[in-house]
């Protein structure tokens, strides 16, 4: 990918919302029934992330509630629905209004999924997973160059959580991955949960998955809770539900990716179940401490 400048980004521009770091904090899900709690506390430390999806309309109360949150905190849009991975044609109609919530909004942080959810003119309510082979690469490398060079910026691209493997598969993902960061430049948004729920539902080792994971182009990372669940042979089945509290198994390896790849950006995704904003509040504040922790120990072994 070029890089360019955005017309609608013009330095002789003023920006609409302030630059605000993001490096270093932990944020949460941006649900509007948190809107009235997160507005009277005030500006806060960290960040708030949003369904690209959720605001596609021009107005309304959407755009208000996400203005007034713009106005103090940085922001990260997700897309849900671009299926990246999908065999047909981007969407160009969604891509324009994808573009557009970037422009309008500026957030600090773009992403999308390695996933398919289209089917010529039906959209699935799941992010349906991928084969692994050059076939794939190839298509799923033009898609994000697309994405890429209408946002004008890097797209953080998130790794699945899977509940079956393609046979015709010729790659690992952590490999897959790699190549497609190596061919886009894109950067990559690390979900350790979907990286758990993989590795209990396939029965590979989460941690060797992450040691084989580019590290190196993670920009964001995610955790979120998943539902436990047995399948047909009564073996346990994970499901990446995002409806409760981050697992303990799932913090351990948090902590041992921080403590590889620095104080990365990380995300608290809760969709369902929606708790009070103190439940949510409380679990970004536990990924702070340990964003936290591990910058006061690089600065003491510094020192």
């Given at each position: 990918?070029?890089?360019a400048?955005?017309?609608?980004?013009?330095?002789?521009e003023?920006?609409?919302?302030?630059?605000?770091?993001?490096?270093?904090?932990?944020?949460s899900s941006f649900?509007?029934e948190?809107?009235r709690?997160?507005?009277?506390?005030?500006k806060?430390?960290g960040f708030f992330e949003v369904?690209a999806?959720n605001y596609?309309g021009?107005?309304g109360p959407p755009?208000?509630?996400?203005?007034?949150?713009?106005r103090?905190?940085?922001?990260?849009?997700h897309?849900?629905?671009?299926?990246?991975g999908?065999s047909?044609?981007?969407?160009?109609?969604h891509?324009?209004?994808f573009?557009?919530?970037?422009?309008?909004?500026?957030?600090?942080?773009?992403?999308?999924?390695?996933?398919?959810?289209?089917h010529q003119?039906?959209y699935?309510n799941d992010?349906?997973?991928?084969p692994?082979?050059?076939?794939?690469?190839?298509?799923?490398?033009?898609?994000i160059?697309?994405v890429?060079?209408a946002?004008?910026?890097?797209?953080?691209l998130e790794?699945p959580?899977t509940?079956?493997?393609?046979?015709?598969?010729?790659?690992?993902?952590t490999?897959?991955?790699?190549?497609?960061?190596?061919?886009t430049?894109?950067?990559?948004?690390?979900?350790?949960?979907?990286?758990?729920?993989?590795?209990?539902?396939?029965g590979?080792s989460?941690?060797?998955y992450?040691?084989?994971?580019?590290?190196?182009?993670?920009?964001?990372?995610?955790?979120?809770?998943?539902?436990?669940q047995?399948?047909?042979?009564?073996?346990?089945?994970?499901?990446?539900?995002?409806?409760r509290p981050?697992?303990?198994?799932v913090w351990k390896?948090?902590?041992?990716?921080?403590?590889?790849?620095?104080?990365?950006?990380?995300?608290i995704?809760?969709?369902?179940?929606?708790?009070?904003?103190?439940?949510?509040?409380?679990?970004?504040?536990?990924?702070?401490a340990?964003?936290?922790?591990?910058?006061r120990?690089?600065?003491?072994?510094?020192?």
């Amino acid at each position: 990918m070029t890089a360019a400048v955005s017309p609608g980004l013009l330095a002789t521009e003023a920006p609409r919302f302030p630059a605000l770091r993001v490096c270093g904090l932990a944020g949460s899900s941006f649900k509007p029934e948190h809107l009235r709690a997160i507005l009277d506390e005030g500006k806060q430390r960290g960040f708030f992330e949003v369904h690209a999806e959720n605001y596609m309309g021009a107005g309304g109360p959407p755009h208000r509630a996400l203005e007034a949150v713009r106005r103090d905190h940085p922001i990260s849009l997700h897309g849900v629905c671009m299926s990246i991975g999908g065999s047909e044609p981007l969407d160009k109609t969604h891509l324009a209004r994808f573009r557009a919530l970037v422009e309008r909004y500026e957030p600090a942080l773009v992403s999308e999924h390695l996933a398919w959810s289209t089917h010529q003119a039906t959209y699935f309510n799941d992010l349906l997973p991928l084969p692994y082979t050059d076939a794939t690469l190839s298509r799923v490398c033009d898609h994000i160059n697309q994405v890429q060079d209408a946002i004008w910026r890097p797209l953080l691209l998130e790794n699945p959580s899977t509940y079956l493997a393609f046979t015709e598969s010729t790659m690992k993902e952590t490999e897959f991955i790699g190549r497609v960061a190596e061919r886009t430049e894109c950067g990559l948004l690390l979900d350790i949960n979907n990286v758990f729920v993989s590795a209990i539902n396939h029965g590979f080792s989460a941690v060797d998955y992450l040691s084989d994971f580019p590290l190196a182009r993670v920009g964001e990372i995610h955790l979120a809770g998943h539902a436990e669940q047995t399948d047909d042979e009564g073996d346990l089945l994970l499901i990446d539900s995002h409806d409760r509290p981050v697992a303990d198994a799932v913090w351990k390896l948090y902590e041992i990716i921080i403590g590889r790849c620095g104080p990365v950006p990380t995300l608290i995704e809760w969709d369902s179940n929606i708790p009070d904003w103190s439940v949510l509040k409380a679990e970004a504040a536990a990924a702070q401490a340990i964003l936290d922790r591990h910058q006061r120990d690089v600065r003491h072994a510094a020192a």
